[in-house]
């Protein structure tokens, strides 16, 4: 679906991310990973051979961003996905909510997805076509408790992809967001049983998700049957609504 395409995926060393990576360079596409954990990342690179690099950073950071979206052009020629989709929660009551945790979630969650987002369609609008894929979350359309900083930045990017899509579909750039429920990742394992069990009793399919299904609605989005799909969220959530 994707084969010789040039990818670029942010929080590629882990749950989601890691399975967006495998699936993209499955389908025979070449993929830049960024993370700050080179670690996992080497591990992933080791496993999956020349179709996949890696950068290790902060998605917070503007200037590194820059730099590693222009040295994948560079090498590469050109850039036809790119998926934002490294996230951190930092969960708790607004009236306990420090500036700290507030700050560093929209950073990476939100300003993180506008720095890549920012670099990456400049060439992509000079190729006319492109697609950027932001991972945001049902907690952005839906909110939740003790999660204010997490859904704001989940609904901050669903701004931003409707706004790339607005501003560069003339010249044949897509944007959509993906809206996952509860995933089974190293981000969700940690949580208390019984908010577990309270989500999987709201959920209409009765089990959470498993990070292989978001990556094949991101195959499926960054590919060209996908071709008139642009400015819209897609939920995969086995029908959970909180
Ligand atoms: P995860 O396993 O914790 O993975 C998060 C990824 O983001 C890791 O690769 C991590 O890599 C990277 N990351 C975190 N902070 C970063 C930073 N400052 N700079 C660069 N990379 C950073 O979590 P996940 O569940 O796969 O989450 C992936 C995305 O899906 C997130 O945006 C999350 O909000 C969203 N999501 C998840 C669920 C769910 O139920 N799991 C539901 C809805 C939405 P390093 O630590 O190596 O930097």
């Given at each position: 679906m994707?084969?010789?395409?040039v990818?670029?995926?942010?929080?590629?060393?882990?749950?989601?991310?890691?399975a967006?990576?495998?699936?993209?360079?499955?389908?025979?596409?070449?993929?830049?990973?960024?993370?700050?954990?080179?670690?996992?990342?080497r591990a992933?690179?080791?496993?999956?051979?020349?179709?996949?690099?890696?950068?290790?950073?902060?998605?917070?950071?503007?200037?590194?961003?820059?730099?590693?979206?222009?040295?994948?052009?560079?090498?590469?020629?050109?850039?036809d996905i790119?998926?934002?989709?490294?996230?951190?929660?930092e969960?708790?009551?607004?009236?306990?909510?420090?500036?700290?945790?507030?700050?560093?979630?929209?950073?990476?969650?939100?300003?993180?997805?506008?720095?890549?987002?920012?670099?990456?369609?400049?060439?992509?609008?000079?190729?006319?076509?492109?697609?950027?894929?932001?991972?945001?979350?049902?907690?952005?359309?839906?909110?939740?408790?003790?999660?204010?900083?997490?859904?704001?930045?989940?609904?901050?990017?669903?701004?931003?992809?409707?706004?790339i899509?607005?501003?560069?579909?003339?010249?044949g750039?897509?944007?959509v967001?993906?809206a996952?429920?509860?995933?089974?990742?190293?981000?969700?394992?940690?949580?208390?049983?019984?908010?577990?069990?309270?989500?999987?009793?709201?959920?209409?399919?009765?089990?959470?998700g498993?990070?292989?299904e978001?990556?094949?609605?991101?195959?499926?989005?960054?590919?060209?049957?996908?071709?008139?799909?642009?400015?819209?969220?897609?939920?995969?959530?086995?029908?959970?609504?909180?």
């Amino acid at each position: 679906m994707i084969e010789g395409k040039v990818a670029l995926i942010t929080g590629a060393s882990s749950g989601i991310g890691e399975a967006i990576v495998r699936k993209f360079v499955s389908d025979g596409a070449y993929v830049l990973g960024v993370a700050r954990s080179e670690d996992k990342l080497r591990a992933i690179k080791e496993k999956l051979g020349e179709n996949f690099d890696y950068e290790t950073a902060d998605v917070s950071d503007y200037e590194r961003a820059k730099e590693i979206v222009e040295k994948l052009v560079k090498e590469k020629g050109r850039i036809d996905i790119l998926v934002n989709n490294a996230g951190v929660t930092e969960d708790t009551l607004l009236m306990r909510m420090d500036e700290e945790k507030w700050d560093r979630v929209i950073n990476i969650n939100l300003k993180g997805a506008f720095n890549y987002s920012r670099h990456a369609v400049a060439y992509m609008a000079r190729q006319r076509s492109g697609v950027v894929i932001n991972i945001s979350s049902i907690v952005g359309i839906y909110g939740n408790t003790a999660q204010t900083n997490y859904a704001a930045s989940k609904a901050g990017l669903i701004g931003l992809t409707k706004s790339i899509a607005k501003e560069l579909g003339k010249r044949g750039v897509r944007a959509v967001a993906v809206a996952p429920g509860f995933i089974e990742t190293p981000m969700t394992e940690s949580l208390p049983e019984k908010l577990k069990k309270a989500v999987l009793d709201m959920t209409p399919l009765g089990r959470f998700g498993k990070p292989e299904e978001v990556a094949n609605l991101v195959l499926f989005l960054s590919s060209d049957l996908a071709s008139f799909i642009t400015s819209t969220v897609v939920e995969i959530s086995g029908g959970l609504v909180i």
